[in-house]
């Protein structure tokens, strides 16, 4: 497979890169930002079977029935969220815009933290789930094609911006809707992790075709100051020792240890989380 000739990176627009593994001419890595681009990107049917049995078949058991697990997550989210929010002018009840929210579980847990929410999603099974179920105000259909007279305190897109074929517009559009001194709070794949510095092979070979960009700490950092950011804070998105060690070595404990602090201080990780303050 060929590389488009004229790809530039989707996120600093700059002409030159390099290609992310050989034989893989459609992986290529920007040489002035960092980030991964994939140049064959395409999107999928977000239907019924990518919550079902695409999810099961990649987690062991459908969307819904992972409620808990993302519920979890989504309380410790909003946690942080809180607590940025604190040193910022939002409202009492703060606005929040979930953007690719899915069957809503974020959204009503945010919901019952006193958030008025409002979500943007673009399969028609989990935008009905989120009215049936939960009462939710969601938009269905692509963000591009959501538009709105509000802006808000707190703009969240979990798993979202990679999907995005020009995420430079994306966030350009996002930065647009937020109030000063919002929050915009998303989770996205690094390049700065276990996976693509010691197992890229196997990176490459599970790489989502729907996946337009891998991020990086740094990478993201300098992108939303660019525009329009002014606090950036990234965590890691999911710690993992054993991608790098295996668990049966003796030294695995020790290991493991550090590495879970190291993890968190410079956030290497395959995932990460991202909250900017407009
Ligand atoms: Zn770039």
Known sequence: MKQEPTARCPLCDAPSQTRALKGR??????????????????????????????????????????????????????????SVLKHTSAAHSPSLLDIG???????????????????????????????????????QGAFDDFSTGNTFDVITAWYFLEHCTDPLRVVERISGMLNAGGIFAFS???????????????????HPVDHRIDLSPRSVR?????????????????????????????LYPAFSRLYNGISGLISFSDTMEVYAVK
């Open 188 to 206: 996205a794949p690094s390049v700065f992790g276990p996976q693509f510095l010691f197992h890229r092979g196997e990176w490459a070979d599970t």
């Open 222 to 250: 300098a992108f939303l100051k660019r525009h329009g950011f002014s606090r950036v804070s990234v965590r890691p998105g999911g710690i993992h020792p054993e991608r790098v060690m295996a668990k049966e070595s003796f």
């Open 25 to 82: 001419e459609y992986l290529m890595k920007c040489t002035r930002c960092g980030i991964v681009f994939n140049t064959l990107h395409h999107p999928l049917a977000y239907n019924d079977r990518y919550f079902i049995e695409d999810y099961r078949a990649q987690y062991g058991k459908t969307y819904e029935e992972d409620f808990d697990t993302i519920y979890r997550m989504s309380l410790l989210r909003l946690d942080t969220i809180n």
């Open 101 to 139: 929210c899915a069957l809503g579980f974020f959204m009503k847990a945010a919901s019952e933290r006193g958030f008025g929410v409002r979500g943007v999603e673009i399969s028609p099974y989990g935008a009905r789930y989120c009215r049936e179920k939960f009462s939710m105000e969601v938009f």
